[in-house]
């Protein structure tokens, strides 16, 4: 069955660094497109980039434009989130998801059928 895990969360200072990880299973990444999304506490999900299956093109939420990156590796099946100058508001629960259907650049969760447990990241001093 499909499965994702995330992987790579943790405590880190506020200006540092984290690489999430997702690892796949269960289907042929290369047909899906793959979100990563973050849910704090008290907030709704939100979407904080994605990536396409066909073209490789990325949509990026401006609140993390410039300091995240998305990047995906089918012959691994892993999705990536690079995550740099963290900010305290980056604090919360990251998810990876995927979909076959979902239109590309398209980061509504609703949209997305697949998903995995989540990663906590925590940006504090």
């Known amino acids: 069955q499909v499965q994702l895990e995330e992987s790579g969360g943790g405590l880190v200072q506020p200006g540092g660094s984290l690489r999430l990880s997702c690892a796949t299973s269960?289907?042929?990444?290369?047909?899906?497109?793959i979100g990563w999304f973050r849910q704090a506490p008290g907030k709704e999900r939100e979407g904080v980039s994605c990536?396409?299956?066909?073209?490789?093109?990325?949509y990026v939420a401006d609140s993390v434009k410039g300091r995240f990156t998305i990047s995906r590796d089918n012959a691994k099946r892993m999705v990536y989130l690079q995550m740099n100058s963290l900010k305290p508001e980056d604090t919360a629960v990251y998810y990876c998801?995927?979909?076959?259907?979902?239109?590309?650049?398209?980061?509504?969760?609703?949209?997305?059928?697949?998903w995995g447990q989540g990663t906590q990241v925590t940006v504090s001093s």
């Open positions: 269960g289907f042929t990444l290369d047909y899906y497109n």
């Open positions: 998801a995927a979909d076959r259907s979902v239109a590309a650049g398209i980061l509504h969760p609703d949209l997305y059928g697949y």
């Open positions: 990536i396409s299956s066909i073209d490789g093109s990325i």
